[in-house]
């Protein structure tokens, strides 16, 4: 399952953030100590500042609003798993948290044990009724309404609430954990055994740990006091499926740790079982975590606390760096931020690279917009042209040149919905996928013309296109595409950017026709796509629906065989391509930049970037929040 910057193999940004100046975090000046210590210990006063992109929202990182970047870099803090990637993007186990085996292979069961000394940061244990809870929300197997079900009025907002609270609805379901047919917890809730319907080949990275506590989800759905009882009436729930309960639990899972502009009041809400804990949000601004002293992990907390600050205006984090404000950044690349990053000096380190991110542009298929057959009476096939013809229009080979040519001079217009150029697949798959061919590098207006002439509708069609608005290069995109498109008069591109464009991705589907972001990578399976184009799948915010590449997905998942593997995806994104889902754009370039008071960063390419690796930070001589210039003063507002 993916995750949104969004992700694609990957996941992609999400919701917005406000200008870094407009509020001062608390002090966060250390006393110049070590991080770590020989004695494994966390020198005190110790602190490190991340500059980020996107803020933090939402504390369940698998229902369909909160499956973020921005989300999950937070609770790689908060929470462990059974395994994680090293840097080499080796599949890691984590015998800290528990251990999983294979105990069948047909059908293919697969058990996981809990360590005896996980628990949440209320004391409760880390068990299998977690996971549990983590397989019925996110299987699809619970549940009694499906999303085709759900009605939404103009803005978004649901309006058969009714009969949704009625039924059993987890909004974030992966048709891989739905592969997993039969769960059985033991007695002591130590173990859980999941049995397949197939032989999955990524079975891995399937049901890996849990996203929220089963016993916080009881409290409040069923309104039960204590936290045992909780934790066994969502396993009753569960194994006997009783529908009425499982409603509460399905509403409270889906809305409950959304926390909108500041932190709730009910810790229950963002709990820890990893190395910090959460203690503070300012909406837009900054999160605070501090190390979480009950951990006892291999993960600990090598630094007392970390400060993510937010702000989209990358040139604002190099500023922020240079004033001594924060540590590390990681922002989007541009050719100016490099210049100005490289200008900072010898007291700062700046690596550059190629990010697990890609770019992309997707069209919704059932908003009622210019791109769904509905508009045309039900003519599929006018739909279809008319989304070709848009596609055919985007200038990608431009926006290359322009914006990600001068970081990378090698860089590609990426081809591929599923493949990082370079990998062994990604040529194979290109060659099949018809992408180039269909949509030119250059925009193709003739292409465009005839077949806006064919389908015989009035022009120019309004577009309106949802990105991130304090973006600075996403900016850019959409002004490159909108000199280019609007001059043919065959679309009008709309700006309907927002600061809000990631919530508005799934909930706001009736206000934006054609989505710019990013897909960023979370895992290496190779069956991660199915999260952006299966059929109702958690990544899917379109509509698109292709019962044939449902199958071949399915396929896919039993298929070990790389070279079946890329036959596969070839035939997979061919019907992309003859379906005019969207185009792919380019691969993020990346760039990293920290003082050099500050060691062990060492980002991965996949998520959580800069994040991965925490428990290596050290820090010597002054660390953010110390502001030694009246400069740095008057920027914090």
Known sequence: MKIRRLTAIVAGAAAAALAITACTPPDEGGDGGTGGGDDGGIATGTAVTVGWNQPFYEYNTSSATGNATANANILYLMQESFNYYDEELNLVPNEDFGSYEIVNEDPLTVEYTFADDNAWSDGTAVDAVDLLLQWGATSGNLNTLADEDIEYDEEGNVVN?????????????????????EVEVSDDNKT?????????????????????????????????????EAKQAVKDAIESNDTEALAKISKFWNEGFAFGDTLPEDKSLYLSNGAYLLTELVAGQYVTLEANPDFTGEHAASVERITVRYNEDPMQHVLALENGEIDVMAPQATADLVTALEDLGDDYTVETGIDGTYEHVDLQVTNGGPFDPATYGGDAETALMVRQAFLKLIPRQEIVDKLIIPLNPEAEVRQSYNVVPGSPMYDGVVAANGQTEAFPLENDVAGAEALMAEAGVETPIDVRVLYGASNARRQAEFAIMSETINPTGLFNLVDAGSDDWGSMLSANTDQYDAALFGWQSTSTAVTAGNANFGTGEINNFYGYSNPEVDALQDELSVTTDPAEQERLLGEIEAHLVNDAFGVTIFQFPSVTAYRNTVSGISPITISPTVFYGFWEWSTSGDTAGDPTSEEAEDSEG
Do not use: K
């Open 161 to 181: 609430e009714d009969e949704v609270d009625a039924n059993v609805y987890f909004n974030g379901t992966s048709a891989t954990v739905g592969y997993i047919t």
């Open 192 to 228: 859980l055994t999941a049995t397949y319907d197939r032989n999955y080949a990524d079975w891995e990275v399937n049901l890996m740990g849990a996203a929220v506590p089963a016993h916080v989800v009881g409290m409040h759905a069923l309104e039960i006091d204590d936290a045992a």
